[in-house]
Each structure stands twice: as structure tokens, then as C-alpha cells.
């Protein structure tokens, strides 16, 4: 265990403790740290982060503390620690059920998107004070069709039929969905603070209730581009057939609609879409030879592929019970 660790868990207690680091994850490093072998108090450091941000990250939290882990106050009443650049978080530990998306039945993911459309009505009441000035960190990026073009070329020469494929019908999307798509969509969909990361690594069930952890991505961003990709990341799996999957997918949307008004579906599906498809992460010939890596690039080409092949009927079914309310 490294001193700075040391020193931050004395920010907390002077009681006994012992420290055990969580693997899961690898952005940041994690410990769950045992006070007098009964009180659990889970640790995560913070490289590369101002103290803008991670204070906006911090206020946010304690703004839906009902929906997520506590922040653990320091020694001096402060919402993190900082030592030698480096910033540490204490949260209260929720020993709880991790969900996994194969076990999901319909009800279960109808539940997961109405607590999506609870969070999201109360992350809208949130008012901002002035001060926090890094409040964003998703975007839309700029439209990545020319430099794809050149990527093509490089796994063309090199063999790499596979991403050659992956490559191919991203640049399709790009230009089915047009730029004109996506500026209306930028125009029309409405923005408020939103989560960044609403997957099921990120969702633990305890006594029948669903609680949210690492806000580390929360920023203020299209509301229905996290409800999409919540849809994607959670509901649809890989594994099962394709009736399947649009019962899941719409029992997800449904479930959230029951709590939360949902926007333009088909617009809002477009652009989730697009920044899938414009998205270069994972195709750099590199990338290609990590195992890791090049399955994630797979699973992503494999959900554009498929959110797109069913967007009609996925749009048929979600405007017909909107109409049936």
C-alpha cells in the first residue's frame, strides 16, 4: 500500500483498518477500506482531474444523495482529499446485488428505465450555481468520415477484412445520417444534467432498490442520447435473438416513459447512431491486436448494426404506447 494512501485513510479515521483493492475498473484505482472490522468506507483516486471538476462531480452527487452513494466528508469537512496532485474520494460502501444483463427479464428492465426516468426528472432540478465552470465532458465530435476513409485504405493494404468490415458500414452510417440529422437534433433535443455512464457496472440493486454509482462522467449533455445508449448498454444483449431483444429494449423505454417524457425517438436514435458510428475508438491498427480492444469494437459495430436494422420497429412500437396513454 502506497503512503499517499496511508495518509488519505488518516484523513478519516485513526482507528484500525485494513485495505483491500478493488479490481474492477481501470480508470481509477479503487480500495475498500474496513474501519474496526465492521465499517466499510470505499476509496477512489483521481489522476488528471481539476479541482473544478471534480468539485462539480462531488456537488452533483450530494444533489441526488437519495438515488446514490454518500460522499464521505474528511477532517475537514471536505468532499476530497488532496495529496501531492493527486485527489481521493471516500464514498459510503453499498453492499448490494450486482445486476447482469443476461439474467434481465422484461420487468427487471422496465424497472431499470424507470429509475433511469426518476434520476434524469430529479438531475433536471438541479440549479448550477455560477461557479462551476467544467460542467460538460460529452460531445458530439466532428464527422470522422475522411479520416475513416484513410483508416479503410491501411486495413485494406494490411488484410484485416474484419475491420475492414467494422470501417465500411460505420462510414455508411455516417452517410446515411446526414449532418443537417444531427444539427436538428442538437437544436431540438433538450440538454440538462445527465449521468455519462448509466451501464449495469455502474447499477446496484440492495433490498429491492436501485442505486447509481460513479458520477465520475455526470455533465450537463442530451438527455436522450444517455436514455439510447442506457437502452444499448443495458437492455440489448448480444446473446439473445432478435425478437428478443426488441421486447427488452422496449420493455427499457417503456419502463422510462412511465417516469420521464421521451423526445423524439427516431431523432433521438439518430443521433446515438451517429456518434457511434463516428467514433474512432478501438479502430487504430494497434487497437487491432489487442484481444480487449478489438472485441469492444466488435460489440460496438455489432449494436450500430443492429440498432439500426430495428430503429422502425422499435419507433412503431414506442409511439404506440405513448398513443395508448
Same mark, same amino acid.
Given at each position: 500500500?502506497?503512503?499517499?494512501?496511508?495518509?488519505?485513510?488518516?484523513?478519516?479515521?485513526?482507528?484500525?483498518?485494513?485495505?483491500?483493492?478493488?479490481?474492477?475498473?481501470?480508470?481509477?484505482?479503487?480500495?475498500?477500506?474496513?474501519?474496526?472490522?465492521?465499517?466499510?468506507?470505499?476509496?477512489?483516486?483521481?489522476?488528471?482531474?481539476?479541482?473544478?471538476?471534480?468539485?462539480? +462531480?462531488?456537488?452533483?452527487?450530494?444533489?441526488?444523495?437519495?438515488? *446514490?452513494?454518500?460522499?464521505?466528508?474528511?477532517?475537514?469537512?471536505?468532499? $476530497?482529499?488532496?495529496?501531492?496532485?493527486?485527489?481521493?474520494?471516500?464514498?459510503?460502501?453499498?453492499?448490494?446485488?450486482? %445486476?447482469?444483463?443476461?439474467?434481465?427479464?422484461?420487468?427487471?428492465?422496465?424497472?431499470? !428505465?424507470?429509475?433511469?426516468?426518476?434520476?434524469?426528472?430529479?438531475?433536471?432540478? +438541479?440549479?448550477?450555481?455560477?461557479?462551476?465552470?467544467?460542467?460538460?465532458?460529452?460531445?458530439?465530435?466532428?464527422?470522422?468520415?475522411?479520416?475513416? =476513409?484513410?483508416?479503410?485504405?491501411?486495413?485494406?493494404?494490411?488484410?484485416?477484412?474484419? $475491420? @475492414?468490415?467494422? +470501417?465500411? $458500414? =460505420?462510414?455508411?452510417?455516417?452517410?446515411?445520417?446526414?449532418?443537417?440529422?444531427?444539427?436538428?437534433?442538437?437544436?431540438?433535443?433538450?440538454?440538462?444534467? @445527465?449521468?455519462?455512464?448509466?451501464?449495469?457496472?455502474?447499477?446496484?440493486?440492495?433490498?429491492?432498490?436501485?442505486?447509481?454509482?460513479?458520477?465520475?462522467?455526470? *455533465?450537463?449533455?442530451?438527455?436522450?442520447?444517455?436514455?439510447?445508449? !442506457?437502452?444499448?448498454?443495458?437492455?440489448?444483449?448480444?446473446? =439473445?435473438?432478435?425478437?428478443?431483444?426488441?421486447?427488452? @429494449?422496449?420493455?427499457?423505454?417503456? !419502463? $422510462?416513459?412511465?417516469?420521464?417524457?421521451?423526445?423524439?425517438?427516431?431523432?433521438?436514435?439518430?443521433?446515438?447512431?451517429?456518434?457511434?458510428?463516428?467514433?474512432?475508438? *478501438? %479502430?487504430?491498427?494497434?487497437?487491432?491486436?489487442?484481444?480487449?480492444?478489438?472485441?469492444?469494437?466488435?460489440?460496438?459495430?455489432?449494436?450500430?448494426?443492429?440498432?439500426?436494422?430495428?430503429?422502425?420497429?422499435?419507433?412503431?412500437?414506442?409511439?404506440?404506447?405513448?398513443?395508448?396513454?
Amino acid at each position: 500500500m502506497n503512503n499517499n494512501l496511508n495518509e488519505v485513510i488518516k484523513e478519516y479515521t485513526n482507528e484500525e483498518y485494513s485495505v483491500e483493492k478493488i479490481s474492477k475498473g481501470h480508470i481509477h484505482k479503487k480500495w475498500l477500506v474496513t474501519i474496526n472490522s465492521k465499517n466499510k468506507v470505499f476509496i477512489k483516486e483521481f489522476l488528471n482531474i481539476s479541482s473544478a471538476r471534480i468539485e462539480f +462531480i462531488n456537488y452533483i452527487q450530494d444533489m441526488i444523495r437519495d438515488f *446514490c452513494p454518500q460522499i464521505v466528508k474528511n477532517r475537514n469537512k471536505k468532499a $476530497y482529499t488532496d495529496i501531492d496532485n493527486i485527489k481521493y474520494v471516500a464514498y459510503e460502501f453499498v453492499d448490494g446485488e450486482i %445486476l447482469k444483463k443476461g439474467d434481465l427479464n422484461s420487468e427487471e428492465l422496465m424497472e431499470i !428505465g424507470k429509475f433511469m426516468g426518476k434520476l434524469h426528472k430529479n438531475m433536471k432540478k +438541479i440549479s448550477i450555481p455560477d461557479e462551476f465552470t467544467e460542467k460538460s465532458s460529452l460531445k458530439i465530435g466532428e464527422n470522422n468520415l475522411e479520416k475513416m =476513409k484513410r483508416m479503410l485504405k491501411r486495413y485494406r493494404i494490411t488484410g484485416n477484412q474484419e $475491420y @475492414v468490415e467494422i +470501417i465500411k $458500414y =460505420k462510414m455508411l452510417m455516417l452517410e446515411k445520417i446526414s449532418d443537417d440529422d444531427i444539427q436538428r437534433a442538437k437544436d431540438e433535443l433538450s440538454k440538462q444534467i @445527465v449521468h455519462g455512464d448509466f451501464y449495469l457496472d455502474n447499477i446496484i440493486k440492495k433490498e429491492n432498490k436501485l442505486i447509481i454509482t460513479d458520477l465520475d462522467q455526470v *455533465c450537463v449533455f442530451y438527455k436522450m442520447y444517455e436514455v439510447i445508449r !442506457g437502452m444499448m448498454m443495458i437492455a440489448y444483449d448480444e446473446e =439473445k435473438t432478435n425478437i428478443a431483444n426488441i421486447k427488452r @429494449v422496449i420493455s427499457f423505454l417503456n !419502463g $422510462y416513459q412511465r417516469e420521464n417524457n421521451i423526445e423524439d425517438i427516431k431523432m433521438s436514435i439518430n443521433l446515438y447512431l451517429y456518434t457511434l458510428a463516428n467514433s474512432l475508438y *478501438c %479502430l487504430d491498427v494497434k487497437d487491432s491486436k489487442d484481444y480487449y480492444k478489438k472485441k469492444f469494437a466488435i460489440t460496438r459495430y455489432n449494436m450500430l448494426k443492429w440498432l439500426y436494422e430495428n430503429k422502425e420497429e422499435i419507433i412503431k412500437n414506442i409511439e404506440r404506447e405513448e398513443f395508448e396513454r
